[in-house]
């Protein structure tokens, strides 16, 4: 009986996995440490072992599984289902992953980069659930994206789509650690703000954030928006350019792609309205005004669960076919 | 009988009207002068006359005909069929074109922009005939784009996506005839290209481009091309300036929806590897190197006849549904 999809989102330091019923509704959903150390079968092994335990625990047994979807941090080959080389998992190289999924769970595997699942959760059942057309960006060490076009994800001439961090908006600007020059996420994204915020400081700009880099021995992106808030000038010059970045981003993918909205996600959004707002003014005050543009900016609903569902969400795609 | 396809491109001076077989290949084609001026009904009657002709010299019969696409310039509400405002013919207002040319030669018609047009026409048959993942760009007055993913052509929420001219690459830069500042289009469409050499003259470079104002009043981008031939610096660095933009707006369009091929059209590539290598240039100068990319940049080959091949392209794509 096909009645489940199984979600997985591999994270460095956590996997998470979900189980879910046809029409997307979680059932349940576990975790387990990653401990990508030990190399990909037993990390593989130890993910059917908690899958299978979550099925059974649901009342489900693993024949019931339609198909499993799992999200992996890249650089994959996703269209031949291989990690290639992954930063945050260094012992993961060549590791055909969607084939070992498949033949362990016995049922087809969707398999793409965390973005794009997180983008397929917020389309499927967050965010952005009304719209056909969307774009989506996730803020943390570095900005990764999703493209939603017409109800179809984007996945490009060999996977690797969607790559929005790294449209270059400064030409001539910032290196980014990508090796581009003037990269939004060399502005934008969490741990380049706070890399902004620390050199303005080492280069002798007032701050209060200056004693939280004495103390700590570094200053995070959390950091520069709770000194915003307590008035610190040098915060405030930070976030603003953090904003405008993400603001001329948003310019450049409506132009693209056109979506009707445009979903932020991460770490970041925690900030709410003081980097929300400060987006669409940047948006605003940079879009042409040939026409006028309706499209929604706004911030993801399904906090952390966006990766598991998004894969089960891809996994009910390719049952589907 | 179905058996014939009409594309229809129509442009500020001429329309021109090609029939087609169902598998696109040109049977005849025809050219009528626009007459803009006349207003959209005796234009489209004009048209209309024109399509019946050619069509009844090619040995059918208006009965044959299986569906007509038209291009023309924006804006437009494409997915309404209404011509709203066009810059290029004043008096077209709200004019629902796509539905009088379906009253008029009883057939479903396909409407979407020049540049979206054109792009179908290099994807179908042209440039582009082997990939599924395609961007193009016409170099003119100004930049016009369309992309095409997964072998569809983008559209947009609005029927407006592709506007690829108008992505940031230098933010802050010079000012765009769109009202933002420094679009891709503000650096390096044809016109652009010649009002930058014509601006560096006027602030005092030394150039032999200065005769050429001196006589004609003006520079044009082909003049700016001729110049760089005959050793001239001035035309080597705004050239050179150009081909930098448009190498940023490869690296944009790659990480956007990952093409694998990068299409140029419009006047502008008269100039041959004098624009083609230089583009490479600097798209392999700013791209990252964080793997080997694989994506073709090349010229357009369809020539003037890309518009109404594109048009039957799109009809046959709504036959087809």
Redesign the interface.
């Known amino acids: 009986m096909s009645e489940i999809l199984i979600g997985i989102d591999v994270g460095g330091t956590n996997i998470k996995i979900g189980c879910f019923d046809l029409q997307l509704n979680l059932i349940s959903k576990t975790s387990v440490t990653t401990e990508a150390d030990m190399g990909p079968e037993p990390v593989v092994e130890r993910m059917v072992e908690a899958i299978i335990g979550l099925v059974k625990e649901a009342g489900f047994n693993p024949e019931d599984i339609s198909a499993a979807g799992i999200g992996t941090p890249g650089?994959a080959d996703y269209k031949a289902g291989i990690i290639i080389n992954s930063t945050n998992m260094p012992a993961f190289k060549n590791v055909p992953i969607k084939k070992m999924l498949s033949v362990a769970l016995n049922c087809p595997v969707a398999f793409d980069n965390d973005a794009n699942v997180a983008c397929m959760g917020e389309f499927a059942v967050g965010a952005g659930r009304e719209?056909?057309?969307m774009v989506f960006f996730t803020l943390g060490t570095g900005i990764g994206g999703g493209?939603i076009?017409?109800g179809?994800l984007?996945?490009?001439?060999?996977?690797?789509?969607?790559?929005?961090g790294?449209?270059?908006?400064?030409?001539g600007g910032r290196r980014?650690n990508?090796?581009?020059?003037g990269c939004a996420e060399a502005y934008a994204s969490a741990s380049h703000t706070a890399k902004r915020a620390l050199e303005a400081i080492e280069a002798g700009a007032e701050s209060s954030l200056k004693k939280v880099r004495e103390k700590k021995g570094q200053i995070s992106c959390k950091d520069v928006y709770e000194h915003l808030k307590r008035g610190d000038e040098l915060a405030k010059r930070i976030t603003e350019e953090t904003a405008?970045a993400l603001g001329?981003l948003c310019?450049?993918?409506l132009?693209?792609?056109?979506?009707?909205r445009i979903v932020f996600a991460g770490a970041m959004i925690k900030e709410g309205d003081l980097l929300l707002d400060r987006i669409k003014y940047y948006f605003n005050k940079?879009?042409?005004?040939?026409?006028k543009e309706?499209?929604e900016i706004c911030f993801a609903t399904l906090g952390e669960d966006a990766g598991i569902i998004g894969a089960a969400a891809m996994a009910k795609e390719i049952i589907r076919e």
Chains 1, 2 share one sequence.
Do not use: F
Request: aromatic share 4%.
């Open positions: 650089p719209v056909n057309d493209i076009s017409d179809k984007i996945q490009g001439a060999g996977g690797n789509a969607a790559e929005l790294h449209i270059i908006i400064y030409a980014c990508c090796g581009q020059r405008e001329l310019v450049n993918v132009h693209m792609t056109e979506p009707q940079n879009i042409w005004k040939l026409k309706t499209v």
